[in-house]
């Protein structure tokens, strides 16, 4: 994860952050502040830390792919950023409904939906052996297309950008955000997936690209004027919203 790259997605989480507390976003009167941005932002900073560490240890192996079906097929530039962006996401979208259909896992990412105020600083909320099980996903990806470390870093950097504006607490004009859902995950159709409510929960698994959900059936529309309440019910308490506490979660 490069330097341009970590910079892109502080520049654009800054600004979805002041979006978020315009007036229109702001917290309704009585709501009690946030103070799991701390522990959020730590757990953001872990996951840095592991992609780069990802990074560094495959740069230090020279892995380069020289095999694979894009290698077969010989496409241009562009079709082949636009595969690789497709079945990257294809992978992100399996590794995800794993994530809740396997206990084991499941034990991990309940990190990230434990969080009761879900916001932009919620996109990188996750446990570090997450942070290893996405990536493992996305290399077998990788590796079975012989993608190149250029359209993998566009898939990287797509991905992040809109991880953060799909968790913003930031309400689209209803017309934009209905016609946008078509082919995007939208920050309303990413909030029923956070519903404490398992059968909205299980839904809406998509990363960038809303058709994953769309066809495999797990897709679930925002209604109107309807009102998500995030997070986990068993882990609302301050103490457990903590960043060491978040860490043993798994383990609890």
């Known amino acids: 994860m490069t330097v341009f790259v970590v910079l892109m997605i502080a520049v654009n989480g800054a600004g979805l952050c002041l979006l978020e507390r315009l007036p229109r976003h702001a917290a309704a009167p009585g709501e009690v502040a946030r103070p799991q941005v701390v522990p959020n932002l730590a757990l953001t900073g872990l996951l840095l830390a592991v992609n780069f560490a990802f990074d560094r240890a495959a740069a230090f192996a020279g892995v380069a792919p020289t095999s694979g079906l894009l290698h077969v097929l010989g496409w241009p530039a562009w079709a082949t950023v636009l595969v690789v962006v497709v079945t990257l996401d294809g992978f992100a979208y399996a590794a995800h409904v794993l994530l809740h259909a396997w206990p084991p896992a499941w034990r991990f990412h309940r990190v990230h939906h434990s969080d009761p105020h879900v916001d932009v600083s919620t996109a990188f909320r996750q ?19 012989g993608a190149p470390t250029r359209s993998v870093a566009i898939y990287l950097s797509l991905s992040a950008l809109n991880a953060q504006m799909e968790h913003a607490h930031v309400a689209w004009p209803p017309r934009l955000e209905k016609w946008a859902r078509l082919l995007f995950v939208t920050p309303a159709m990413h909030r029923v997936h956070h519903s404490r409510l398992q059968h909205d929960t299980d839904t809406n698994y998509s990363n960038i690209l809303s058709l994953w959900d769309r066809l495999f059936g797990t897709f679930r529309a925002p209604r109107p004027g309807e009102s998500i309440v995030c997070g986990l019910d068993e882990f609302d308490a301050p103490q457990r919203q903590r960043t060491a506490a978040l860490l043993a979660l798994p383990f609890v």
């Open 127 to 145: 446990h570090p052996f997450e942070t290893v099980w996405r990536h493992s996903f996305q290399t077998a990806g990788a590796l079975l297309l």
